[in-house]
């Protein structure tokens, strides 16, 4: 049986927004405009019961924080002290809209986020997902990231507000 690797060059958009605020208090807007899903979801996937969790899905707001990882408390291992935090955001009845049409697009689903401390400030790093889910040159894919590109840079620029 014989293994093969394909490699794909694509462009990519990468979005910094910087801001002068402090860390905690845009940390704690972002986590205010865009609330924690509740895995209870996921559980009703996991015991099938679908249609009660597409009711709780379709209920949901446009984003949600699926999770979240402390790099700067990671950098302590390394002797520096650094505000970073890395975030998976996104909505599951947006992700399973595009991966019904092309699977691969789960790779990019929820989207990561990074809010780290800046010169004078903080920002949020990310990259585009009208780029990312290009890739794909599927036009139902290319719709949805379209507006969950718009969703998620209003949400940033709100919170870095």
Do not use: C, W
């Not at 972002?30 to 996921?42: G, M, Q, T």
């Not at 996104?90 to 689903?109: E, F, Q």
């Not at 719709?143 to 709100?158: C, F, G, H, K, N």
């Amino acid at each position: 049986m014989t293994t093969t690797a394909d490699i794909k060059t694509i462009s990519i958009d990468h979005v910094t927004i910087r801001s002068g605020k402090d860390f905690s208090a845009v940390r704690s807007k972002l986590e205010l405009l865009i609330p924690r899903i509740d895995d209870r979801i996921f559980t009703l996937l996991r015991y099938r019961q679908t249609e009660r969790a597409l009711q709780e899905l379709e209920a949901l707001p446009s984003l949600s924080i699926f999770g979240f990882r402390d790099h700067g408390a990671l950098l302590q291992v390394a002797g520096l002290e650094r505000q970073s935090v890395q975030y998976d955001i996104g909505n599951p009845l947006t992700a399973s809209k595009m991966t019904r049409h092309r699977i691969s697009a789960g790779l990019y689903a929820p989207v990561r986020v990074l809010l780290r401390e800046d010169t004078g400030g903080v920002a949020f790093e990310y990259d585009r997902p009208l780029t990312t889910f290009g890739q794909f040159e599927n036009l139902q894919v290319g719709e949805i990231a379209q507006q969950l590109d718009r969703d998620l840079l209003v949400a940033l620029e709100t919170a870095a507000s």
